[in-house]
T-cell receptor, first 115, second 114 residues
Framework: DQQVKQNSPSLSVQEGRISILNCDYTNSMFDYFLWYKKYPAEGPTFLISISSIKDKNEDGRFTVFLNKSAKHLSLHIVPSQPGDSAVYFCAASGNSGGSNYKLTFGKGTLLTVNP | DAGITQSPRHKVTETGTPVTLRCHQTENHRYMYWYRQDPGHGLRLIHYSYGVKDTDKGEVSDGYSVSRSKTEDFLLTLESATSSQTSVYFC?????????????FGPGTRLTVL
């Protein structure tokens, strides 16, 4: 049973445009959500996070939106740059639910930003 | 960047041989994790540790064991490697507080079991 779902395996956008990566979750105990970026042959790097008490968090070109009622979050990258081309993983944790600080990851979305 | 190193970075071994992967951190974080990444599966938790000598299983723990005798080191052992354990293995660390569950990852170990 996949609790965190990234339904788009890949996404292609033009440089300068907006990239929107989506993530859905099923476990209502999740209260903290993160996005990671991964380049080939490297470890995932933390990008941005959001707590369930917020519906938006912004860091430079990256904004994460959380819709708790829909159990949906999205990552917006504006403007997209070729260096953003990577696999993006959505992750969730349910700290208040006794998850013992474990993260559940989606399968990832490969973003390609074309020059 | 968080101070996390993994060794070896690449390893090729044969079915049935024991293999130990090492994760070393310099951040003094309490929590450490081992994941494997496979095409179509994303990142899956193998085992994790919440302190010295305190470990627990993740979702894909069969065939793996772990040990943590020091805060800075977390070892993953494949007692008898199988071809299904060919994968990229990532270690992660976390301060694990009520304000953040952010984990920081090492560079990975690519393991091939022939």
């Amino acid at each position: 049973d996949q609790q965190v779902k990234q339904n788009s395996p890949s996404l292609s956008v033009q440089e300068g445009r907006i990239s929107i990566l989506n993530c859905d979750y099923t476990n209502s105990m999740f209260d903290y959500f993160l996005w990671y970026k991964k380049y080939p042959a490297e470890g995932p790097t933390f990008l941005i996070s959001i707590s369930s008490i917020k519906d938006k968090n912004e860091d430079g070109r990256f904004t994460v939106f959380l819709n708790k009622s829909a159990k949906h979050l999205s990552l917006h990258i504006v403007p997209s740059q070729p260096g953003d081309s990577a696999v993006y993983f959505c992750a969730a944790s349910g700290n208040s639910g006794g998850s013992n600080y474990k993260l559940t990851f989606g399968k990832g979305t490969l973003l390609t930003v074309n020059p | 960047d968080a101070g996390i190193t993994q060794s070896p970075r690449h390893k090729v071994t044969e079915t049935g041989t024991p293999v130990t992967l090492r994760c070393h951190q310099t951040e003094n974080h309490r929590y450490m994790y081992w994941y494997r990444q496979d095409p179509g599966h994303g990142l899956r938790l193998i085992h994790y540790s919440y302190g010295v000598k305190d470990t627990d299983k993740g979702e894909v723990s069969d065939g793996y064991s772990v040990s943590r005798s020091k805060t800075e080191d977390f070892l993953l052992t494949l007692e008898s490697a199988t071809s299904s354990q060919t994968s990229v293995y990532f270690c992660a660390i976390s301060e694990a507080s009520f304000t953040t569950d952010t984990q920081y990852f090492g560079p990975g170990t690519r393991l091939t079991v022939l």
